[in-house]
């Protein structure tokens, strides 16, 4: 387990923040028991903070606390991420059709410059990772373009459980990772659509990309969890 150490020991945030990284960078996997008095060492700080920052955690999911048995990085089941990406849907959706009579020629050049970065081929992980990037600034970008507040931090807490996803989905279905070359030109066609449909303010146009987009994302982390379940029943003792 590597975290940085705190060059100031005082505010949870900081905590908050360096355990939620761990966490959405795989530092932590799902599943995972925290011990605080670890954690708390590592990070050079009381067991105060790292308490608060856990119970802030908590209160978005990413972690669970039983009383008796200990703190655990959240595990999401196949179920749990249909029904975050059913909600994601609404709120993209929702946010695209808001964002149409907002966007001006910055918020157009933004796009187009990550569709750009999007397009760049993967080849080792430093690659993948800015791929990442680029791909959840884009959505992002989306939903800040909306000017919704609260629709902005209902998109981040779902988006973290997203993201816990896909840990367990990279470390499970080989298939997928096989068949990278073809997700990325399907992804990147995807995406060249959406921005299409942002830059020519078609609002019909935009939520058809998002939800076939959308939905095949779905589709590949369901399957991902699918087996990562069935591969987990199956060596389960009887």
């Known amino acids: 387990m590597e975290l940085p150490r705190l060059v100031r020991k005082r505010a949870t945030d900081e905590v908050y923040d360096a355990i939620r990284s761990a966490i959405l960078s795989r530092a932590f996997l799902p599943g995972q028991r925290l011990n605080v008095e670890e954690i708390a060492a590592k990070l050079g700080v009381s067991l105060t903070p790292v308490r608060h920052a856990l119970q802030q955690l908590a209160s978005e999911g990413l972690i669970e606390i039983h009383p008796r048995s200990g703190t655990y990085v959240t595990n999401v089941s196949a179920r749990d991420i249909k029904e975050t990406f059913d909600i994601r849907m609404a709120l993209e959706c929702l946010a695209g059709e808001l964002a149409l009579p907002l966007v001006g020629p910055q ?16 080849t080792n992980e430093e690659s993948l990772r800015e791929h990442d990037r680029a791909n959840s600034e884009l959505h992002q970008a989306i939903i800040e373009a909306s000017g919704n507040k609260r629709l902005t931090e209902m998109y981040e807490s779902l988006n973290a459980h997203i993201k816990i996803a896909r840990i367990h ?9 096989r068949n990278w070359p073809e997700r990325l030109k399907e992804e990147h066609a995807e995406h060249t659509l959406i921005v299409a449909a942002i830059e020519n303010r078609d609002s019909t146009a935009l939520t058809a990309s998002l939800r076939k987009h959308i939905t095949r994302a779905k589709e590949a982390l369901v399957e991902g969890l699918s087996i990562r379940e069935g591969a987990a029943a199956r060596s389960a003792p009887l």
Do not use: S, W, Y
């Open 107 to 122: 918020e157009i050049a933004h796009f187009q410059k990550l569709l750009t970065e999007l397009a760049e081929p993967v």
């Open 169 to 177: 989905a990279v470390e499970t279905n080989a298939g997928e990772r």
